[in-house]
């Protein structure tokens, strides 16, 4: 037999040498795992207290959404109350050019102008409702109390010439801020 190469020479004289019975070897049980004793064991104060960690998030999250929900909403009421404004300008458009003047009023409530007798003519007085409490006019004071704050509306003669050729209307917003509505001051000079 001819000599085989150093490693597989060994490694057949020592199968020679040794009986090995491969089925024995293949037949031999897996040992059996035990089970894990050393598991690592949470406390009951730690499982409390990180559920209650998520259920503060939870409420934060939910905070937030809420808060934001009716800052929209306000919005959403003061946009409507600037297109109510819109009318209330175009109604004093359309009674400039019947009268050659605005309404003359004595106070500074916007009510008062909707409620005036020639302004009806061109302002149903019914349609003045704050978009807080759409079914109730708005108060006589012109001041309404909403979830978001205080609105007023106010109206104001401006006067040229001893003539009422201009107003200016003010809205405090729910949301903040205030909005201003002045007409343009009338020219009657010749060139």
Known sequence: MPAASGGADKLMIAMK?????????????????????AR???SPLSVIIEVLLILCCLGVIGWAAFLAKDAQKAKNRDNQRLAMIKEIQNALGEY??????????????????VTDSKMRLY?????????????????????????GGTVYYSYINLNYDHN?????IVVTLESGGK????????????P
């Open 123 to 147: 302002y149903d007085p019914d349609k003045f409702r704050d978009p807080c409490f759409p079914e109730q006019k708005v108060p006589n004071l012109s001041i309404v109390e909403c979830k």
């Open 96 to 113: 400039y050019q019947d009268y050659g003047t605005y309404p003359k009023i004595a106070n500074t409530f916007l009510t008062a102008l």
């Open 17 to 37: 040498n040794k009986k090995i019975n491969f089925q024995d070897s293949t037949a031999k049980e897996a040992p059996k795992l035990e089970k894990d004793t």
């Open 179 to 190: 909005k201003e509505f002045i007409s343009k001051p009338i020219s009657n000079s010749t």
């Open 164 to 168: 009422i050729e201009g107003y200016k």
């Open 40 to 42: 690592s064991k949470t």
